[in-house]
C-alpha cells in the first residue's frame, strides 16, 4: 500500500517532535528517516566504528587540477548548441572548513533536472520535456577564497515515487571534494520561499531547523546580471575530522 | 562554523559523476595490476544498482599526495580526455551496475593493507565509509581490525578470488552489515 502525502506529512511530524524532544543540535540527518522510505533497507544497523588512529590514510585525499575541469565546465548554458529553457541563474558562494578558512582549489560538480522538472537519465520517466540544449551537469575549482560560481538555469520541481503526489522541491545536487577523504560532502541547494518544504522527506530528514535552513540559497539581487539572469548565494561549510583542522597550507 | 547538512545522492547522478577510466586506477597493462569486485546489498539481500563509490588510497611507493587527472577533460572539445597512462592518481569512481556489481583495476596502496571507500546511493542521507582491507592483510597489525569481534572483522577483509583478484562485497544492513567508519 503505496502511503498519501497525509501519511508521510504524520511520519515528518513525528521525527520532527522526536528530534525536539532529544533537545540535541543534529548537523547531519538521521541515517534511518522513515518517511524517506528508501533509507529504511539501506541504513546500517550497527553504530559507526570511529577511527582512532592518528596516520588513518582517509585525513589525506584526492586531488583534482586544471587537467581535470575546463573553462565552460561551470556554464551549463553553453554547452550545447542553442539556449537552453527557463530561467538564467547565476550560483556562487564559498567553500569553508569549520574554522571558516577557504577550501582552495577543489573540485566542485553539480547535476540537476532541466527547467521543467527532467533529467537527462535514461531511467526519468518524468513526462516532462526534455531540453536539446540543457544536460544540466557542471563542475569548477575553488579559487583562492574557497569561491565557486556557476550558470546554469533554475531546475523545476519533479514528482517521486515515495508516496502518492510526493514531489521534489527544486533543487541543484553538489559534491564536494575537500582535503581530506572524510570530509567528503554529497548535498542539494535549495531556493527560498519554495512552498514545497515542508511535504519533502528528503529535505525534513534534517530534522533540525537551523540546519535545515542552511540547505537553502539566499536570493542576491546584486548578482543579478541586467537583461540576463537572477543571482543566488550559497556558502558551504564542509565538515571532517578535526585532524585535518590544524593543518596548514590548505 | 556549523556544517552544511549532507543530502542523498538521488537515483540520477549517473549522467552526472560517473566518467570513463573512473574505475581503471591502474595504467593500462601495468603488471602489478590487482582487481577488486564485489556487489553492494540493501537489509533483504537485494543488489542495489544506483550505488556510486569512491576509493582512495596511497601510491605503490606509498605517497598520499594523490595527482590531478582522474577525469581529465579535453581542453579543445571539452570531452573525456582519459587518464593519462602513467600518473597514479590514487582516486576511483565507480557506480554499480543494474546486478549491483562493480569491478576496480588498481596498484597494490604502498604501505598501507586497505583500500579507503566512500559509498553513496538513493536512500543513504548521509554517505558511509568503509575500508576494503585486501587479502593477506596481518589482522592483528592493524588497530582499527584488531578492535572489532570476530564476526564483524570478517566484513572489512577482501576474500581472495582467481589470480589477482579480490572480492568486497559491501552490506547496508542485515546479518553481513559492513563496518562503517567514523573520522572524529
Known sequence: MIPTQRDISALIGVEAARHRATGAVRHHPDRRYPPYRSSELRHPAHPLVTVADPDAVELSGPVFGVTDVTELDADLTRQHAGEPLGERITV????????????????????????????????????????????????????????????????GAYPWLNHTNAWRPAHIHFSLFGTAFAQRLVTQMYFPGDPLFAYDPILQAVTDDAARARLVAAYDHDLSVPQWSLGYRWDIVLDGPAATWIEEGR | MHPTPSQTIGPFYGYALPFPDGAAVAPAGHPDTITVH??????????????????????????????????????????????????????????????????????????????????????????????????????????????????????????????RCHRFDIHLQGPKETVFLAFP
Open chain 2, 38 to 163: 564485489g556487489r553492494v546489498y540493501d537489509g533483504a539481500g537485494a543488489p542495489v544498482p544506483d550505488a556510486l563509490l569512491e576509493f582512495w588510497q596511497p601510491a605503490p611507493d606509498g605517497s598520499r599526495r594523490g595527482a590531478p587527472g582522474s577525469l581529465r577533460r579535453d581542453p579543445t572539445t571539452g570531452g573525456y580526455a582519459g587518464r593519462d597512462g602513467h600518473t597514479f592518481t590514487g582516486f576511483a569512481r565507480v557506480a554499480t551496475d543494474a546486478d549491483g556489481a562493480y569491478t576496480l583495476h588498481t596498484l597494490p596502496p604502498g604501505q598501507n593493507a586497505y583500500l579507503s571507500v566512500c559509498v553513496f546511493a538513493r536512500g543513504l542521507l548521509h554517505h558511509l565509509y568503509t575500508r576494503a582491507y585486501l587479502t593477506g592483510t596481518d589482522t592483528a597489525a592493524d588497530p582499527l581490525l584488531a578492535s572489532l569481534p570476530e564476526q564483524r572483522r570478517r566484513t572489512l577483509l577482501a576474500v581472495p578470488a582467481r589470480g
Open chain 1, 92 to 155: 556562487t558562494g564559498r567553500v569553508l572548513d569549520r574554522a571558516g578558512r577557504p577550501v582552495r582549489g577543489q573540485l566542485v560538480e553539480i547535476w540537476q533536472a532541466n527547467a521543467s522538472g527532467r533529467y537527462a537519465h535514461q531511467r526519468d520517466q518524468h513526462p516532462a520535456p526534455l531540453d536539446p540544449h540543457f544536460t544540466g551537469v557542471g563542475r569548477c575549482l575553488t579559487g583562492d577564497d574557497g569561491g565557486y560560481r556557476f550558470t546554469t538555469v533554475r531546475p
